[in-house]
């Protein structure tokens, strides 16, 4: 079974300043890989998605995501954070074609004035 | 469209009592989700529906049953509910597995 291994759980960071959002997964096959966020209160949603080709994905909001195999990571990036993306984030991931999705623990980013 | 509708919203049990939450979707999607979110550990998925007439267990499916009784529905009841299960359950949906997650407003349990 997949896995997904998210290893920060609160990254602060302040306004205007670049993020990463560190990912891993545990897969001896290929997989889809996805990154969701949740408001406070609110429900998740889709940021990005990998499912094959490029590498480098970029999602809403600015973010993006760059799949590397061969260190089975799906870190995302923001290159400037503003207050409103203040939220938990949620890698997950799937085997390429299963219905099945595994998310991670979650690192919650908190965007500092 | 009302997307994905979940009931109750909010429930209180006492350990031991059974209950049945209800999930229905409009989008006609083939997949459906029960997930649970606990502070510190993500979501953990209960179980899922690849189609109408399947279901598989996923990560946490003790102490849970569930039905796909159509394409639109899937119920999650707990036969005899414990403390562990207090947690906040969320239904999702979507087309296929290259797709993303429609999610319901979610389920706040508690089970005292």
């Known amino acids: 079974a997949q896995s997904v291994t998210q290893l920060d759980s609160q990254v602060p960071v302040f306004e205007e300043a670049p993020v990463e959002l560190r990912c891993n997964y545990s897969?001896?096959?290929?997989?889809?890989l996805f990154w969701y966020v949740q408001y406070p209160n609110q429900g998740l949603q889709l940021l990005l998605k990998?499912?094959?080709?490029?590498?480098l994905v970029k999602g809403i909001n600015g973010f993006e995501a760059e799949f590397n195999k061969s260190q089975t990571s799906f870190h995302l990036r923001k290159p400037s954070v503003h207050i409103s993306d203040t939220a938990e984030y949620f890698c997950?991931?799937?085997?390429?074609?299963?219905?099945?999705?595994?998310f991670g623990t979650g690192t919650r980013l908190t965007v500092i004035p | 469209n009302a997307g994905v509708t979940q009931t109750p919203k909010f429930q209180v049990l006492k350990t031991g009592q059974s209950m049945t939450l209800q999930c229905a979707q409009d989008?006609?999607?083939?997949?459906m989700y029960w997930y649970r979110q606990d502070p510190g550990m993500g979501l953990r998925l209960i179980y899922y529906?690849?189609?109408?007439?399947?279901?598989d267990k996923g990560e946490v499916p003790n102490g849970y049953n569930v039905s796909r009784l159509n394409k639109r529905e899937f119920s999650l009841r707990l036969e005899s509910a414990a403390p562990s299960q207090t947690s906040v359950y969320f239904c999702?949906?979507?087309?296929?597995?290259?797709?993303?997650?429609?999610f319901g407003s979610g389920t706040q349990l508690s089970v005292l």
């Open positions: 529906s690849a189609s109408e007439g399947t279901t």
């Open positions: 997950a991931v799937s085997q390429t074609g299963a219905n099945n999705l595994f």
């Open positions: 897969s001896s096959v290929s997989v889809y």
């Open positions: 990998y499912l094959s080709g490029s590498t």
């Open positions: 989008m006609n999607h083939n997949s």
């Open positions: 999702a949906s979507r087309p296929g597995p290259w797709e993303k997650l429609f």
